[in-house]
């Protein structure tokens, strides 16, 4: 069959992101004897006319849509950057042009697939990892046969159902111009159960790795054919507590590619040899869940580590040179004043990094904090979560803890609260040419304003 696989992901904050979803499923569905176009719709220029025409040029018998993203998370600019809208919008526009049934899948639709899925009005929806669903599921439309409406994974993939993903050049190129990063994806799974996360029903509680060899040979590849140098390895946490990561990483040693990578890590003990390793394998940037800055907001969050652990995973890598960024939230399960001020001196004891703090949490279906905000009365437990609604501790006015927050980080470069402003400063530096992952340039502003 003919499929137009189309990426509606529009946004470009922190950067614009390679629609790696999507590839892996052009991959599977080319596998599987189909003949697949893939359309990104931010890399052409964001233009109904260009989807149209594709459309029209390439007669799909059916259309696959890549739902990444609803919104950013964020409490202070999150309507802004919700996308439902526009990807209803899109359905509206592929109906007008073509008959072809319309499924859905991706991250952001797999959080809400029933809901979603009227709401874009599509035909199907494949909510988690999409690979063997989707083969499946066109089978099923090629031979007319009745089923499910929305289908997900009762078993998940062994990673050796997973095909490499198939890049697209011309998206590629786009992506290395604008943010000079690709993704790729070593190991699927989460297997811890922080208190308002999602992975785990993205991509199962079980953690499935690749072969380091693949991967590897992906980066090459990668390196070799579209120039890229710098990869982001987009897995729920890099370093798993089995260490199946070191595997990846003395692969990484041995072959030796001019290619640097970043990625997120749990802030978890590591010994130097494994930071050494690290360090060789081409390291360039940690983006650290952290979440709480306080013992009791951490807990309140079922982190798992402690604010202590935080505080020496950072000067592990920093003594290294290597860029750290830490990821807050405001506002959690259990955030009182007091919690606010051992945040805060926190915060103050994590040298030469920066720290993206958010003020409130996304409340997803299925997460504890879901139960817990409809006990508390946050919410109802009829309550639509299409668009963002956010949990906000009941223990501390919001206001107070905006101002205290914001009154103790004034004038600091490298503490983003709320994080947007970042996002505006992180822009306005790739307009200027700058590549990668860019916060790790607003580092050593802070360093030089403080040696003023
Ligand atoms: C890595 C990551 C990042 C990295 C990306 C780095 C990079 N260069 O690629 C960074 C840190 C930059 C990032 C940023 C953001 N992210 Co992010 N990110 C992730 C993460 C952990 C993995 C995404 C990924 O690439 N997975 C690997 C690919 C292969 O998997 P996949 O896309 O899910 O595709 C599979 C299925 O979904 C399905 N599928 C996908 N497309 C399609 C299409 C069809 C037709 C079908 C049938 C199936 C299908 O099949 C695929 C293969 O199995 C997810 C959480 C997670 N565990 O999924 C969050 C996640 C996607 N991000 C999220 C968000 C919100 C963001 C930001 C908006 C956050 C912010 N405030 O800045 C930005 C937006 C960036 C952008 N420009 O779009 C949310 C989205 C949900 C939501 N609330 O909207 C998630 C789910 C995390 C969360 N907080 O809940 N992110």
């Not at 719709?41 to 109904?48: A, W």
């Not at 959690?332 to 949490?361: H, M, Q």
């Amino acid at each position: 069959m003919k499929v137009l696989l189309l990426s509606i992901n529009i946004e470009k904050e922190p950067y614009p992101v390679y629609p790696l979803g999507m590839a892996m499923i052009a991959s599977a569905l080319t596998a599987a004897g189909h003949e697949v176009k893939q359309f990104d719709y931010l890399s052409m220029g964001r233009l109904d006319c260009k989807l149209i025409s594709a459309v029209q040029v390439f007669q799909p018998d059916v259309v696959g849509l890549s739902l990444r993203n609803i919104d950013n998370v964020d409490s202070f600019s999150g309507m802004k950057h919700w996308s439902l809208g526009h990807a209803r919008d899109v359905v509206h526009l592929l109906r007008s042009h073509t008959d072809a049934p319309i499924i859905v899948g991706g991250p952001g639709y797999s959080l809400m697939p029933e809901a979603i899925l009227d709401y874009l009005g599509a035909d199907y929806g494949i909510a988690g990892e999409g690979e063997r669903a989707v083969v499946e599921l066109l089978d099923r439309i090629r031979e007319m046969r009745s089923g499910p409406r929305i289908m997900r994974e009762q078993h998940a993939l062994i990673t050796d159902e997973i095909c490499p993903p198939m890049f697209d050049k011309n998206i590629i190129f786009f992506y290395n111009q604008e943010s000079g990063l690709v993704g790729l994806q070593t190991k699927r799974g989460c297997p811890h159960h922080c208190a308002y996360c999602c992975y785990p029903f993205l991509e199962g509680h079980v953690v499935r790795t690749c072969d380091p060899e693949m991967v590897v040979d992906d980066m090459a590849r990668l390196h070799h054919d579209h120039g890229i140098d710098h990869i982001y390895f987009t897995d729920s946490v890099f370093n798993d507590c089995h260490g199946k990561y070191l595997e990846l990483v003395l692969v990484l040693v041995r072959k030796n590619l001019p290619v640097r990578w970043s990625a997120f890590f749990r802030p978890t003990l590591m010994s130097k040899e494994e930071i050494d390793l690290l360090e060789r394998s081409g390291l360039q940037g940690l983006e650290v869940g952290s979440d709480a800055g306080a013992e009791a907001t951490l807990s309140g969050l079922n982190k798992g580590f402690s604010c202590l652990d935080i505080i020496d995973f950072n000067e592990a890598f920093i003594t290294r040179g290597k860029s750290v960024a830490h990821y807050f939230i405001i506002g959690g399960p259990g955030e009182d004043e007091a919690t606010i001020t051992e945040t805060l001196n926190n915060l103050d004891r994590l040298k030469r990094c920066v720290a993206f703090i958010y003020s409130g949490i996304r409340i997803l279906p299925g997460t504890t904090l879901h139960a817990r905000s409809i006990d508390e009365g946050v919410i109802t437990s009829s309550e639509s979560l299409l668009q963002p609604v956010y949990y906000h501790s009941p223990l501390i006015d919001r206001e107070f803890m905006h101002n205290k927050v914001s009154t103790a980080l004034r004038g600091r470069r490298d503490r983003f609260f709320p994080p947007g402003e970042a996002m505006e400063r992180m822009n306005v530096m790739r307009r200027f040419g700058y590549k990668g992952l860019v916060w790790d340039r607003l580092i050593s502003t802070e360093i030089k304003r403080q040696q003023k």
